[in-house]
């Protein structure tokens, strides 16, 4: 398989909004609505540059209909998935479940979930696989904290979550996949790494991957960076050559402003 391309990019850029726990279902409906009317008032092209939703799962069902029913040129997933696919895991997800809900990608490995719930390398490789079986797109999710940053080990540290969560996966599953690079002291906290930073890391992610899987998987790989990002940071990060997209959390759930972001090119334009 041959590095994607729109005719524009070589690979389609990704402009992802993670609701984290906000919004129920009614206010995603309604969020749903007023982003595509502006975006396709804006004329937005969706297929030069892809957009997609990661409400709450609660959300997700309501979220299908509307872009069902509407043929809405959006996409959505989950903000987690379990790595087992049915059983006694009272809370757990399935991949399979999301798929049915028309999911197309699902989070994998986010530092919330790392923080708050103890995931690691080996579980997010376990989920990765699960949504891999499932046909979802997994966005994996790996970045630094402030200790690492400072001791100067960020990309090394970047670089060995990378490899754990890809653990025995073929060259074939890691060409298109998605992974994001969140430097953890950047999340929620203003704090944005400057586009140098995210395209040193970017850079290492794609040469780790070009020299254990091909060039061709790390051609086809798409790198997003997340972490505070907003409409005024948004163009600077995405000029970078290895950026392709970007995962927004708090500026996705304003409808404008994440409609800004979608629309970044205006921002290079007007630079
Ligand atoms: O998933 C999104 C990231 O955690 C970034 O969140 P943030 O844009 O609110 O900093």
């Known amino acids: ?30 969020l749903v609505q007023k982003l595509t009317w502006i975006l396709t008032d804006a004329d937005h092209d969706f297929e030069k540059v892809e957009v997609a939703v990661f409400p709450p799962f609660t ?3 309501s979220v299908q209909t509307l872009v069902a029913g509407d043929r809405l040129p959006l996409v959505y997933g989950a903000q987690d998935v379990s790595a087992e696919d049915s059983g006694a895991f009272t809370g757990e997800v399935s991949a399979q479940f999301l798929s049915k809900l028309g999911c197309r990608y699902v989070l994998v490995g986010h530092s919330e979930r790392r ?17 891999l079986r499932h046909g979802l797109a997994p966005v994996l999710c790996v970045g630094e904290g402030l200790d690492v940053r400072q001791a100067g080990r960020h990309v090394e540290h970047t670089v060995a979550q990378l490899r754990g969560a890809l653990e025995g996966l073929s060259t074939e599953q ?17 704090e944005v790494a400057g586009p140098d930073d995210a395209q040193q890391m970017c850079a290492a992610l794609r040469a780790d991957v070009a020299s254990r899987y091909g060039e061709e998987a790390a051609a086809g790989l798409r790198l997003l960076y997340g972490g505070s990002v907003k409409s005024s940071n948004a163009a600077s990060l995405l000029r970078e050559k290895d950026v392709d997209g970007v995962l927004v959390g708090g500026a996705s759930l304003d409808e404008a402003e994440f409609a800004s972001i979608v629309r970044f090119e205006h921002h290079l334009l007007t630079d």
Not at 20 to 27: A, I, V, Y
Not at 115 to 131: I, S, V, W
Not at 181 to 188: D, F, M, Q
Request: charged fraction near 20%; charge should be negative; glycine fraction near 8%.
């Open 1 to 30: 398989m041959t590095s994607k391309t729109n005719g524009v990019y070589d690979r389609t850029p990704l402009i992802a909004g993670n609701w984290k726990m906000n919004l129920d279902h009614q206010q995603a409906v309604t």
């Open 59 to 61: 959300d997700l069902r």
């Open 115 to 131: 923080t708050l719930h103890g995931e690691d390398d080996a579980m997010a490789n376990r989920k990765l696989t699960a949504a």
């Open 174 to 190: 890691v060409t298109d996949l998605v992974v994001a690079y969140e430097p953890v002291w950047a999340i929620g906290t203003g």
